[in-house]
């Protein structure tokens, strides 16, 4: 990371050139390239007049207007001239767009930006739990009370040693970043370079701790293919320069509150070039040269953010569209706020680490060795061979990443930890579904709130039901489970209800003054019941 922050000017003219490269083999032509330019920027002024942000340059306009100005000469001259002007302009969009993501790393900010975010957050945590904001200064508790790190955490520090670790967590909330950062510094691993969605700098918390953590930015607006191509560039590059990296393969948070089961595979491909290009330099397999990747589960009692999320993804209905991305966290003083509220609460994070793999899904030992399902050694190299020498085949790396990707998807579920807050909206609103199976899932939704009970005891007996269930996935090794599950039932029931959703106006699951399961808000508790898709328990009730 150091290294790669004093070489920056070197590093993006790197990645300017190479992109440059790949993108003129993709549009080989001079009218392909120009009516590629004329695409990107047609997009990009729709981009900054339709869906602006704080975070964007102040010459956006200056800027595109040129380049049309550009595009106009290019059409009226002779083939040659258009060619140079095309890839001139070809050019100083990748630039442009390579300084933008890259990250601005510096060890001294960082080691600032690790001492106040444990020192804040450790503080906040001891005036919440002596319920004395005197206690600020108090040292009784410390992080470690509130964001617990279960799994594979072991394996991951020995392999930081040996080789370049790609960390893909799954993606909940806008938190997520911050808390991945202190989990990095708390395991003693080295600062990772990481994708952080653009939208987060335009809040001066986030932008501090960005820039001061490792994070390259990731402009999800953006959707043509320059931009995604010197994106992938700098992936590669970076992971090819020995960097840790870490980006959420999701793509974006989760709007349903389902974990992730279908992955973007742009990043991921880049881990896989990354590999191919490093045995190109170090043919044989070993230390410095492999490449790691280790699924993370963040697992949280409440999402700040589901009310909003949830409305997106049943307006949407599945169908991409651009997002509103400040919502709840659109200023640094609602952070705290959410901070605050979040540490008086009481609530706690865990995050799961799943054992280390190679790019291929195949888990590797703790000395870095790819085994396959019979425990034998894998020499990963191979996957790159035709004819005994390292060749690239684009349509077999793109079949690499979707293994890789399928191989995840199982390991989040595998990995998930569930806790009673997971499961507390799931069994209610699975007797609910149960009940008015008849109407579709809209019109569920919109039942009336008078129509949202369920008895006490019925509740109860299926959420019996279902633990135990959950408990048999445990003991076959299918899914990770929260001590406080197997706790004393109605200790359980009331821990899950109390805890998710309590940060929202209107709470998903309450109990009622008849001491019935009732909620205030059924899309809210169609979020937080989604969490547990996957391990079909739905088919008990």
Same mark, same amino acid.
């Given at each position: 990371m150091v290294q790669l922050a004093r070489d920056r000017k070197n590093f993006i003219d790197e990645i300017t050139q190479e992109s440059f490269e790949r993108i003129i083999s993709i549009r080989n032509t001079t009218p392909s390239l120009i009516d590629e330019l004329e695409l990107t920027r047609y997009k990009e002024t729709l981009r900054f007049k339709t869906n602006p942000w704080k975070i964007d340059p102040e010459d956006e306009i200056v800027f595109w207007d040129r380049v049309k100005q550009k595009l106009v000469e290019a059409d009226n001259t002779d083939d040659g001239m258009a060619e140079k002007i095309s890839e001139e302009i070809l050019k100083e969009i990748i630039q442009r767009y390579a300084n933008e993501i890259s990250g601005n790393f510096k060890k001294s900010h960082y080691k600032l930006a690790r001492r106040i975010a444990n020192f804040g957050f450790a503080r906040m945590l001891n005036a919440a739990k002596l319920k004395s904001w005197r206690a600020f200064f108090k040292h009784e508790y410390s992080l470690q009370d509130k964001i617990q790190l279960v799994g594979e955490v072991e394996h991951l520090r020995k392999l930081a040693k040996i080789g370049t670790i790609i960390m893909v967590p799954t993606h909940f909330s806008n938190l997520d970043s911050i808390t991945l950062g202190w989990a990095?510094?708390?395991?003693?691993?080295?600062?990772?370079?990481?994708?952080?969605? %653009?939208?987060?700098?335009?809040?001066?918390?986030?932008?501090?701790?960005?820039?001061?953590?490792?994070?390259?930015?990731?402009?999800?607006?953006? +959707?043509?293919?320059?931009?995604?191509?010197?994106?992938?560039?700098?992936?590669? !590059?970076?992971?090819?320069?020995?960097?840790?990296?870490?980006?959420? #393969?999701?793509?974006?948070? @989760?709007?349903?509150? =389902?974990?992730?089961?279908?992955? =973007?595979?742009?990043? %991921?491909g880049t881990a896989i070039e990354a590999q191919r290009a490093n045995y190109l330099v170090s043919p044989s397999e070993g230390r410095n040269n492999k490449i790691f990747v280790f699924p993370v589960v963040i697992n949280y009692n409440f999402v700040l953010e589901a009310p909003s999320l949830i409305h997106d993804y049943l307006e949407s209905s599945g169908q991409e569209r651009y997002y509103v991305e400040?919502?709840?966290?659109?200023?640094?003083?609602?952070?705290?706020?959410?901070?605050?509220?979040?540490?008086?609460?009481?609530?706690?994070?865990?995050?799961?680490?799943? +054992?280390?793999?190679?790019?291929?899904?195949?888990?590797?030992? @703790?000395?870095?060795?790819?085994?396959?399902?019979?425990?034998?050694?894998?020499?990963? =190299?191979?996957?790159?061979?035709?004819?005994?020498? *390292?060749?690239?085949? #684009?349509?077999r790396e793109e079949e690499y990443t979707r293994m890789l990707a399928e191989n995840l998807v199982k390991e989040y579920h595998r990995i998930n930890q569930i806790l009673p807050s997971h499961l507390a909206p799931f069994?209610?609103? !699975? *007797?609910?579904?149960?009940?008015?199976?008849?109407?579709?899932?809209? @019109?569920? %939704?919109?039942?009336?709130?008078?129509? *949202?009970?369920?008895?006490?005891?019925?509740?109860?007996?299926?959420?019996?039901?279902?633990?135990?269930?959950?408990?048999?996935?445990?003991?076959?090794?299918?899914?990770?489970?929260? #001590?406080?599950?197997?706790?004393?039932?109605?200790?359980?029931?009331?821990?899950?209800?109390?805890?998710?959703?309590?940060?929202?106006? +209107?709470?998903?699951?309450?109990?009622?003054?008849?001491?019935?399961? @009732?909620?205030?808000?059924?899309?809210?508790?169609?979020?937080? !019941?989604?969490?547990?898709?996957?391990?079909?328990?739905? +088919?008990?009730?």
């Open positions: 990095i510094n708390e395991l003693g691993l080295p600062p990772f370079i990481y994708g952080a969605g %653009l939208n987060l700098f335009n809040i001066n918390i986030f932008s501090y701790f960005m820039n001061s953590l490792g994070a390259y930015k990731v402009d999800r607006r953006k +959707k043509n293919l320059i931009y995604l191509e010197t994106l992938r560039t700098y992936s590669k !590059q970076a992971i090819q320069r020995g960097c840790h990296s870490l980006f959420f #393969p999701g793509g974006t948070r @989760s709007r349903s509150g =389902k974990i992730e089961n279908r992955l =973007k595979l742009g990043l %991921l400040n919502d709840e966290f659109s200023t640094s003083s609602k952070i705290l706020s959410f901070l605050i509220k979040f540490f008086t609460k009481g609530s706690h994070i865990s995050m799961s680490f799943g +054992k280390g793999m190679d790019l291929f899904g195949n888990y590797v030992d @703790s000395e870095g060795r790819s085994v396959d399902v019979v425990g034998n050694h894998i020499n990963t =190299k191979d996957y790159f061979l035709y004819k005994g020498e *390292i060749t690239y085949d #684009p349509q069994v209610a609103f !699975q *007797i609910l579904r149960k009940r008015y199976e008849k109407i579709d899932l809209f @019109s569920f %939704l919109r039942l009336p709130l008078e129509e *949202i009970e369920i008895d006490y005891q019925e509740y109860k007996k299926v959420f019996d039901l279902i633990r135990n269930k959950v408990i048999e996935l445990y003991n076959a090794g299918d899914v990770d489970i929260a #001590p406080a599950l197997t706790s004393d039932l109605d200790k359980v029931i009331k821990e899950g209800v109390e805890n998710v959703g309590m940060y929202h106006a +209107k709470r998903p699951l309450i109990i009622n003054k008849a001491g019935n399961i @009732s909620s205030q808000d059924l899309n809210t508790l169609y979020y937080y !019941q989604n969490r547990m898709e996957g391990y079909e328990l739905e +088919k008990y009730i």
